[in-house]
Structure formats: structure tokens, C-alpha cells
């Protein structure tokens, strides 16, 4: 089959043929339609995170379900999926407590693995890694059926496929991890693909005050048509004494969109007391954030993470697939282009340059 691989980071990648298994007991295979292009991705790409040999990058698609293995009762040939790159297990001590995103079983996200080390996915007999816990930009993916959640074949999967990482993220961050309450006065920092879902998250809790941080004139103009109430150009302006002068108090939770260690600090000024800083932006994992603790400690501030926004994709994709029907969720204007698979190299250009909010890979027809 055709994938987009990665050799060496800071090169371009080709599209090339490599091997995938067929699916073993309680696994799909799915034909990938759609797959977007996350910041993630352009990060494996850079070498900001740790590349574990070849690679296949993409891990936020939708496709159309075509083998199932044994055991598999969820889903059927035909059945058309959102998937997410951290399926839960359901039964491992974190999932019992209700923390699926931490599932003790599923960190391939991190691994580029399947928990028992492998990946199903070879060239030339040598291992290539699932990268971010997917390896979508490619014809097929095989995944724990956890990890592929039906929707209905009217939902097209070159909208829904963006629910896989940057609205389940943006979203859930809002509204599970962060638990923004109506009338909260918020801070996004970043106005990428999962920014814009933090904006979005933070309108349907009810946030009545929405503030967006973003160097770019075009996301922060495309904020506003997503649901920010003031924008900051954190080039010009100082945006944690703008969003203190804005919301006379500091927010009630500041959110870092980017995966910066530099704007997890200014969050933790930027929020009042009692408040809370969510980190949602995938960082490179050497950085560090200094924090006072007497400050934190003193004034109750709170510092947290969020992977995947805490979400659980069999309760959280259905969830926003019906946000998204009754017009409180826009998918469509999320994705603002459409590129084939062999145009893999000018969508990562795209993204490193802020052009547009998120470029789609079309892998094959619906």
C-alpha cells in the first residue's frame, strides 16, 4: 500500500510502498479516506519529538472499515470511522476510574507501538513505526477496534476526520479537563487547529468571555468567526497584563494551545486566583516551565495536562459528531484545504508557515 514515510527528520517525506498485517483478534482494518495534518505531526517531522526509526506520521483520520479480526462485535465491514490514535483499553485501573485518555494500556501515542512492541507495519522485512499511535497518512490502518468509532455514513469523513485529534483535544480541554463553567472568562493561547476547538469547547460551556493570543492576523481573524470575543498580538502587546486588563481579575483558565513551556508560564500569570492553567499543546519533551511555588501555593493556582482532552473516544466522538449536527460545532470551517497524499511536503509547508487552519489529506473516495 501507499504511505507517506519519514526516514530522517528535517527531510522531506516520499510516498512509498509499505507492508501492513492483516488485522489480528479484536483489531480493524480500515481504508483511510482522510487524514489531517496536526502540529504534532510537523513536530515528529522537525525532530522536536523523538523518532524511534521510519515512520508513518498521521494520526487524526476517517476512514471506511474494511476486515475485521476475531472477536470483533463493535463493527463491521462498510461501517464508516472516526479513529483515535489512544484507544482505551476499558478495563486497566486508570479506565475503572474513569481517566480513559491515561489508559495504562495505550500510550502508543508516545510509543509509536502497539503495547506488545509491535506495529504491523514493515518495508522491505525492516520495522516502520505508527507514528503518533496511527500512521494514517496511508491507504490503511490497522487498529484496536477501541480506536475506530462508527459514524453515520452521512457525516463526511473529510470534516469528521478533524474530531480525531485537534476537536477531540480543543474540545475536550474545554469541557472535560478544564470543566469551564458558564459565564468563565477564558485565555487561548495558540489559534491552530486545536486552539480554534479550545475557542469552540469554551462557547459551548458557556464562557462568557473568550480571549485569543496568537501572533498570526489571520487566526486571530479566524477566531472571531469561531466564537472569541477579543484578540491579542502577543508581537505587539503584552498579553497577560491585556487579558488581566480585560477580565479585571485574570482569567479563570488559561489555556496553552502551542505546546510551549514559555506559555505555560505566562498562563500562570495570566490566570487569578483559584484559576487554572491547562496544558493542551503537545510540547517537546526537553522543555521545562519554572513556576513560583509559593505564588501557585498562596494564591491556589492550579497547573494541569490534558492529553487528547481527557477524552474517551467511544463516549466523545458520537458526542461532538451531534454537536456538530445541531450547528453548535463547525467542522467544515475548520478545513480550510484539501491536498492528495502526494502533496504531503506542501501541506507540512502550509502548516510551518501558518497558512490556513487545517489542511486535510485526501487518501481515497469515500
Same mark, same amino acid.
Given at each position: 500500500?501507499?504511505?507517506?514515510?519519514?526516514?530522517?527528520?528535517?527531510?522531506?517525506?516520499?510516498?512509498?510502498?509499505? &507492508?501492513?498485517?492483516?488485522?489480528?483478534?479484536?483489531?480493524?482494518?480500515?481504508?483511510?479516506?482522510?487524514?489531517?495534518?496536526?502540529?504534532?505531526?510537523?513536530?515528529?517531522?522537525?525532530?522536536?519529538?523523538?523518532?524511534?526509526?521510519?515512520?508513518?506520521?498521521?494520526?487524526?483520520?476517517?476512514? +471506511?472499515?474494511?476486515?475485521?479480526?476475531?472477536?470483533?462485535?463493535?463493527?463491521?465491514?462498510?461501517?464508516?470511522?472516526?479513529?483515535?490514535?489512544?484507544?482505551?483499553?476499558?478495563?486497566?485501573?486508570?479506565?475503572?476510574?474513569?481517566?480513559?485518555?491515561?489508559?495504562?494500556?495505550?500510550?502508543?501515542?508516545?510509543?509509536?507501538?502497539?503495547?506488545?512492541?509491535?506495529?504491523?507495519? /514493515?518495508?522491505?522485512?525492516?520495522?516502520?513505526?505508527?507514528? *503518533?499511535? $496511527?500512521?494514517?497518512?496511508?491507504?490503511? +490502518?490497522?487498529?484496536?477496534?477501541?480506536?475506530?468509532?462508527?459514524?453515520? @455514513? &452521512?457525516?463526511?469523513?473529510?470534516?469528521?476526520?478533524?474530531?480525531?485529534?485537534?476537536?477531540?483535544?480543543?474540545?475536550?480541554?474545554?469541557?472535560?479537563?478544564?470543566?469551564?463553567?458558564?459565564?468563565?472568562?477564558? *485565555?487561548?493561547?495558540?489559534?491552530?487547529?486545536?486552539?480554534? /476547538?479550545?475557542?469552540?469547547?469554551?462557547?459551548?460551556?458557556?464562557?462568557?468571555?473568550?480571549?485569543?493570543?496568537?501572533?498570526?492576523? /489571520?487566526?486571530?481573524?479566524?477566531?472571531?468567526?469561531?466564537?472569541?470575543?477579543?484578540?491579542?498580538?502577543?508581537?505587539?502587546? &503584552?498579553?497577560?497584563?491585556?487579558?488581566?486588563?480585560?477580565?479585571?481579575?485574570?482569567?479563570?483558565?488559561?489555556?496553552?494551545?502551542?505546546?510551549?513551556?514559555?506559555?505555560?508560564?505566562?498562563?500562570?500569570?495570566?490566570?487569578? /486566583?483559584?484559576?487554572?492553567?491547562?496544558?493542551?499543546?503537545?510540547?517537546?519533551?526537553?522543555?521545562?516551565?519554572? $513556576?513560583?511555588?509559593?505564588?501557585?501555593?498562596?494564591?491556589?493556582?492550579? +497547573?494541569?495536562?490534558?492529553?487528547?482532552?481527557?477524552?474517551?473516544?467511544?463516549?466523545?466522538?458520537?458526542?461532538?459528531?451531534?454537536?456538530?449536527?445541531?450547528?453548535?460545532?463547525?467542522?467544515?470551517?475548520?478545513?480550510?484545504?484539501?491536498? @492528495?497524499?502526494?502533496?504531503?511536503?506542501?501541506?507540512?509547508? &502550509?502548516?510551518?508557515?501558518?497558512?490556513?487552519?487545517?489542511?486535510?489529506?485526501?487518501?481515497?473516495?469515500?
Amino acid at each position: 500500500m501507499r504511505a507517506a514515510l519519514l526516514v530522517r527528520a528535517g527531510e522531506p517525506l516520499d510516498v512509498v510502498d509499505v &507492508d501492513l498485517e492483516p488485522p489480528r483478534a479484536g483489531e480493524v482494518r480500515v481504508r483511510v479516506v482522510a487524514c489531517g495534518v496536526c502540529h504534532s505531526d510537523l513536530s515528529l517531522v522537525q525532530g522536536n519529538f523523538p523518532l524511534m526509526g521510519p515512520t508513518v506520521p498521521g494520526h487524526e483520520a476517517a476512514g +471506511v472499515v474494511q476486515e475485521v479480526g476475531d472477536g470483533v462485535t463493535q463493527l463491521a465491514v462498510g461501517d464508516h470511522v472516526v479513529l483515535s490514535p489512544n484507544p482505551a483499553c476499558g478495563h486497566c485501573e486508570y479506565c475503572t476510574r474513569g481517566r480513559h485518555a491515561i489508559c495504562a494500556n495505550s500510550m502508543s501515542i508516545a510509543t509509536s507501538m502497539f503495547p506488545d512492541g509491535s506495529t504491523r507495519l /514493515s518495508r522491505g522485512g525492516d520495522l516502520v513505526f505508527r507514528g *503518533l499511535g $496511527l500512521a494514517a497518512w496511508a491507504d490503511e +490502518v490497522v487498529v484496536p477496534q477501541a480506536g475506530a468509532v462508527r459514524v453515520d @455514513p &452521512d457525516v463526511p469523513l473529510d470534516v469528521a476526520c478533524v474530531i480525531g485529534c485537534a476537536v477531540q483535544t480543543g474540545v475536550g480541554a474545554a469541557i472535560n479537563t478544564a470543566r469551564v463553567e458558564p459565564g468563565d472568562q477564558v *485565555l487561548v493561547m495558540g489559534a491552530g487547529g486545536v486552539g480554534i /476547538s479550545v475557542v469552540q469547547g469554551a462557547a459551548i460551556a458557556g464562557a462568557s468571555r473568550i480571549i485569543v493570543s496568537d501572533p498570526s492576523e /489571520s487566526r486571530r481573524e479566524q477566531a472571531l468567526r469561531f466564537g472569541a470575543t477579543d484578540v491579542i498580538d502577543p508581537s505587539t502587546t &503584552d498579553a497577560v497584563a491585556r487579558t488581566v486588563e480585560l477580565t479585571g481579575i485574570g482569567a479563570d483558565v488559561a489555556f496553552d494551545a502551542a505546546g510551549s513551556a514559555a506559555l505555560v508560564e505566562a498562563g500562570v500569570d495570566a490566570v487569578r /486566583s483559584g484559576g487554572t492553567v491547562v496544558m493542551v499543546g503537545a510540547p517537546p519533551p526537553d522543555q521545562n516551565a519554572s $513556576l513560583n511555588v509559593a505564588t501557585a501555593m498562596f494564591m491556589e493556582k492550579r +497547573v494541569i495536562g490534558s492529553l487528547l482532552g481527557s477524552c474517551w473516544a467511544p463516549r466523545d466522538i458520537p458526542r461532538l459528531v451531534a454537536l456538530w449536527r445541531a450547528g453548535r460545532l463547525d467542522l467544515d470551517g475548520m478545513v480550510t484545504a484539501r491536498r @492528495p497524499l502526494e502533496q504531503v511536503n506542501d501541506a507540512l509547508d &502550509d502548516l510551518d508557515a501558518g497558512r490556513g487552519l487545517r489542511t486535510v489529506l485526501m487518501i481515497s473516495d469515500a
